[in-house]
């Protein structure tokens, strides 16, 4: 159902400074950077193999990642797997009783078309589906 | 210095039904399924394009899943990524002045060489190096 690991979602509260760590330590190029407002967040991709590291700050205080920041601090927020088709795999994922956060996808960074999955659904692991825009 | 996400590390409580959702609904092959004595865990490896998600149960209490757990209950551990040359990836590191958890590569799953970055150094994030064994 997923091709590979699309990404990890990485809260950061000083996004230049995770960029600074990932892109010259870490040897990472940056891919891509875009504020998405539904999200509240600006992102920041880094490419690692065939899938990114997604550095996430806040751009506003109620947007999921400032909460999270709030309860936990920085670190490892979400995991990303990439499908062709988000529907099918939304279904998928609903026929077999997992708790759904999108029950439609929604717009996420670069075009994509993204849906979450409940943590409770995937044993505490906030889970999100994500269809590339076709380039 | 990183080829790609070798794998996300997942605390989980309830080995075989983590591991049901990930075969049976996700669609991942389990790849590999090992006791890792020194790191007091249970591990599965299920394939999910060129990386892995790594299911682990504690076997021990003092293990630091088993502290994990106790702390957060399950969820997302660590993510890991692939090098070829592990001494110099950490000599990276140690360059950077990044704080280790491991001062040198320990044997790890499948005969895989591995290194911890401690997590106050990469943002929250605890960070695995791994240097996959010859095959
Ligand atoms: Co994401
Ligand atoms: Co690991």
């Known amino acids: 159902m997923f091709g590979r690991i699309d990404h ?7 996004l230049d400074a995770a960029v600074a760590l990932y892109e010259q330590t870490f040897g990472m190029p940056v891919a891509h ?3 998405v407002e539904s999200f509240g967040v600006e992102a920041v991709l ?3 193999g065939e899938s990114h590291v997604e550095l996430l700050r806040p751009v506003s205080d109620d947007s999921a990642i400032a909460r999270f920041l709030e309860r936990n601090g920085p670190g490892l927020h979400h995991v990303a797997y990439a499908t ?5 795999a939304l279904e998928r994922c609903r026929a077999a009783g997992l708790r759904l956060i999108d029950e ?4 996420g ?3 994509s078309r993204v849906a979450f999955l409940h943590p409770k659904a995937v044993g505490g692991v906030l ?3 994500v269809q590339p825009a076709a380039h």
Do not use: F, K, M, Q
Request: net charge negative; glycine share 4%; charged share 45%.
């Open 109 to 111: 960074i670069r075009n």
């Open 104 to 107: 439609r996808p929604r717009r």
């Open 46 to 48: 880094l490419d690692v």
């Open 8 to 14: 990890i979602g990485v809260a950061v509260t000083d």
């Open 127 to 129: 889970t999100e589906l």
């Open 84 to 88: 062709d088709d988000i529907e099918a």
């Open 33 to 35: 950077r875009e504020t």
